[in-house]
């Protein structure tokens, strides 16, 4: 399996064993929403072609996923994808994955991506990194996934915690702990 820094792993025998895990964790047979968390990341130690092969091979086991009613939703999960401009190394195109559903035809299912929004970066909404047709019109990553017809969840908003810790961020006295998982 191929294993990027020691904490990306994008072998589709590891992402089944996983899937298997979570719905018997989960008590359930179909999961809603699978993402392919932090594909942005693993452009660092990739080659262009390198990465179109993972890709492929990504919406390859989600097609087969899809189609045996494994999971019902997919999308993308990203911390810089979406916010920086195309030439940083961990830039990725929404239009590319939005082809890669076409072509493995999963697009009824890829209907969300997920990105940091939030008082400390607002590129999501400030930013058109993003490129919507031909003409290779620009958009910031919302307006993109509104053309696309995807859904939008934002994470982060205070910046993990780390706005609350330093006490950047004023909460007005409440208190409650930035180590909690959501």
């Known amino acids: 399996a191929l294993i990027l820094n020691n904490e990306y792993c994008f072998d589709k025998n590891y992402i089944l064993y996983e899937i298997n895990n979570s719905r018997k964790r989960l008590s359930v047979n179909t999961i809603d929403c699978l993402y392919m968390h932090n594909i942005d990341m693993i452009r660092t130690y990739l ?59 999963v697009s009824q299912a890829f209907k969300i991506i997920q990105f940091p929004l939030g008082i400390w970066g607002t590129e ?12 290779d019109e620009k958009v910031n990553i919302i307006e993109a996934a509104k053309h696309y017809g995807l859904y939008v969840v934002t994470n ?27």
């Open 124 to 135: 999501a909404i400030t930013e058109k990194y993003q490129s919507i047709d031909v003409h």
């Open 47 to 105: 080659s262009n072609d390198d990465y179109d092969k993972i890709c492929n091979d990504l919406f390859s086991v989600l097609k087969e996923l899809i189609d045996k009613n494994i999971i019902r939703f997919c999308g993308i999960s990203t911390w810089d994808g979406f916010r920086v401009p195309e030439d940083h190394q961990n830039y990725i195109s929404l239009s590319y994955f939005i082809n890669l559903a076409n072509r493995y035809n």
């Open 156 to 182: 982060s908003p205070l910046l993990q915690g780390n706005l609350i810790q330093e006490g950047i961020f004023d909460l007005q006295g409440l208190h409650f702990s930035t180590k909690a998982s959501v």
